[in-house]
């Protein structure tokens, strides 16, 4: 196959619309070329030319992505029968994972479901990692000894929860949404199922385009109002300035 027929010339350039944008938001390709990064045995400069970056990139990127898969998705069943809404929730968590940030710069995160596509034809060395995983987790149980329970004063304690209170603003989160008006507790399940975890998850989000933060918001909360979502990402704009 020429390297013209993976021209890069179906995929255009355009610069964020953000003042503070440093790179370029690579456009999402025609259908034809999703379908050859697709199959199952695509070139590896394939890849490199399409989603325009190194080969070392490249495998650290399939390196994440494929823990994160093994993680989240049921190995048992074929990508065809996977539900959209585990496909859906882990493409969130590879766009979260600071360490993968530079996989926001595609439009809609397209290289995250070619790559989750094509690391998915080797389902079953996948299920062999997991079983291996598996297995030496079930090993280190049974050697690792009983910890031994020290005895701590209650002042160190308390001292110990303050610190941990104050490293994470993600644990207010339910506090923020219920004291809005009206209150926006019943939102806090569905944007936690998202994948808006941890403190890093939310100064991922705030990385993104605006156009990507309103599609996880409208993703994330599903059934809302147009009121809601704004409230519901101002709580959270607030929340990551205070980081």
């Not at 304690?157 to 506090?175: D, E, F, K, Q, V």
């Not at 385009?209 to 994330?220: E, G, H, N, V, W």
Request: net charge positive; charged share 30%; with cysteine.
């Amino acid at each position: 196959m020429s390297s013209s027929a993976w021209s890069v010339q179906s995929i255009g350039d355009s610069r964020r619309s953000s003042p503070d944008a440093d790179f370029f938001v690579i456009k999402r390709p025609s259908q034809r070329t999703f379908r050859k990064l697709f199959q199952s045995r695509t070139p590896i400069r394939c890849f490199n030319s399409a989603l325009r970056i190194d080969q070392c990139t490249l495998r650290y990127a399939k390196r994440k992505i494929r823990k994160l898969i093994i993680r989240h998705l049921d190995l048992s069943k074929l990508y065809g029968d996977l539900p959209q809404s585990r496909l859906d929730f882990l493409k969130r968590e590879v766009l979260l994972d600071a360490e993968l940030s530079f996989m926001i710069q595609y439009e809609d995160g397209w290289a995250v479901d070619v790559l989750v596509r094509n690391l998915y034809f080797q389902r079953l060395k996948l299920v062999e990692e997991k079983l291996k995983l598996a297995r030496k987790t079930q090993c280190h149980c049974r050697r690792k000894p009983l910890p031994s329970c020290p005895r701590v004063s209650s002042e160190l304690g308390l001292i110990g929860r303050r610190t941990r209170s104050a490293s994470s603003r993600i644990t207010l989160l339910s506090a923020r949404l219920d004291s809005a008006t009206p209150s926006l507790l019943h939102f806090h399940s569905a944007i936690v199922r998202a994948g808006l975890c941890t403190d890093e998850h939310l100064r991922q989000l705030f990385r993104m385009t605006p156009k990507s933060r309103d599609k996880f918001i409208l993703q994330a909360l599903g059934k809302s109002t147009l009121f809601e979502r704004v409230a519901v990402m101002d709580i959270l704009g607030r929340m990551n300035n205070e980081l």
